[in-house]
């Protein structure tokens, strides 16, 4: 109704949800024959006037806004950190799901909305998915998150070679969203005023993902790392192929693609 555009379709998806994620997928694949263009990015809607405060366990939407991710504590119903789930294992096992949609409807793009907090990610495959543990679990998990995210582009330019299926990871800039409705109660007389005079509005920071979606050249680039609608050079950690192949792996088991014949990548 805001847009004026008749054409935009709303659908429903919970990234905390291996389930949901599963049962979105398939009913965009019986009502939608082209798939051209997929924008990962994890967020939150804003309440309804009257709705009790979000929590751990609300609902969490795929393609909101331009937050660059969740970043609260929880457990998934799948077992999972809440963040690292929501901000790259559903991505991943949607991705893997609408992939042969994008390769049938080539050329395409998978845009992934990742952070400069990459830069504080430590990945362990053989740990994936659990809570980090320390004082700073959440920001932890949060930051390993968007590590994922960045090594999922690479590693999913590195397998789509030759497909005309490109991608790409964003970093949106510091964005005041939703995002920072989790933050500490003791914290935020020091953040928010922080947030306020110096964070993009949502709609400036989703640029860099409108860039990456619809500029003209930038095949060559896939599986690039973009900032402020420029290619940039991510964390050292974040250009490892061999842990972005680890990431692949162990992300597909996780979210029980492994044998189970649903993986349209070798």
């Not at 965009?28 to 009257?50: S, V």
């Not at 990610?121 to 740990?127: E, K, N, Q």
Request: glycine share 8%.
């Amino acid at each position: 109704q805001e847009t004026g555009n008749p054409e935009v379709r709303f659908m429903q998806l919970d990234l905390a949800s291996l389930r949901s994620v599963r049962a979105f997928a398939s009913a965009f694949l019986r009502q939608e024959p082209h798939l051209h263009l997929l924008i990962n990015n994890a967020g939150e809607p804003r309440d309804p006037p009257g709705s009790p405060s979000a929590g751990p366990g609300r609902p969490l939407w795929a393609a909101i806004a331009s937050s660059a991710g969740v970043s609260a504590g929880g457990t998934t119903e799948d077992g999972f950190s809440l963040s690292f789930q929501v901000n790259h294992l559903g991505h991943f096992l949607l991705t893997q799901l609408l992939l042969e949609r994008l390769q049938s409807c080539a050329p395409s793009r998978v845009v992934i909305v990742a952070s400069r907090a990459h830069c504080a990610g430590r990945l362990h495959p053989d740990t994936l998915g659990r809570p980090p543990p320390g004082l700073l679990s959440a920001f932890q998990d949060y930051c390993d998150s968007k590590l994922a995210n960045v090594l999922h582009a690479r590693e999913l330019a590195t397998r789509l070679q030759g497909t005309q299926v490109t991608c790409y990871a964003v970093h949106p800039g510091f964005v005041n969203t939703e995002l920072f409705r989790h933050t500490p109660l003791w914290l935020k007389p020091f953040f928010l005023p922080l947030v306020w005079l110096f964070f993009r509005e949502a709609a400036e920071g989703a640029q860099t993902s409108l860039y990456c979606a619809t500029q003209e050249g930038l095949e060559c680039f896939s599986g690039r790392y973009f900032a402020d609608c420029r290619l940039q050079e991510p964390w050292p950690l974040a250009r490892d192929d061999r842990l972005a192949q680890a990431l692949w792996e162990a992300s597909e088991r996780l979210v029980g693609l492994v044998g189970a014949g649903e993986s349209p990548l070798p």
